[in-house]
């Protein structure tokens, strides 16, 4: 699924979920699917070393099933989730290219707001946009 999104380097997954299947950490998985078949995900986790602040890692629907609220429904039961749990603040870091506009429209109309950009943070012309959005 993570290499039909076209959104994330796949090989980076080992390292973004070791401590999940090691059972080490907070992190939480969500799975969406259609008809019994995986078509989204939702991977999140706490902020080190601070009180209530999430970062939502990934969140990615398949191509085909872009536009048909999955991602949405995805985004409010992590939002949900964190809620029920008294969590504060929920971020999401992006990329800043071209590829990434439909995704950083996708967080505006959530109601996150940009609140950093560290130019040139995943590779030279390549900015990580950073989305807040408050909990409670």
């Known amino acids: 699924m993570l290499e039909q999104t076209g959104l994330f380097p796949v090989e980076a997954l080992d390292d973004m979920l070791a ?28 902020e080190a070393h601070t009180d209530g ?11 085909e099933h872009h536009s048909g609220g999955i991602g949405s429904r995805l985004m409010q039961h992590v939002e949900d989730i964190l809620r029920s749990d008294g969590q504060r603040v929920l971020l999401v870091e992006t990329s800043g290219t071209s ?6 429209a996708f967080y505006r109309a959530k109601h996150y707001t940009e609140v950093a950009r560290i130019p040139e943070y995943w590779e030279a012309g390549d900015d990580k946009v950073i989305f807040h959005k408050h909990l409670r």
């Open 19 to 46: 401590s999940f299947f090691a059972s080490e950490g907070q992190e939480q998985w969500l799975t969406a699917r259609h008809d019994g078949a995986p078509v989204g995900f939702a991977f999140f986790r706490p």
């Open 53 to 63: 602040t999430w970062n939502v890692l990934a969140i990615a629907v398949l191509p």
């Open 99 to 104: 590829k990434y506009k439909a995704t950083r």
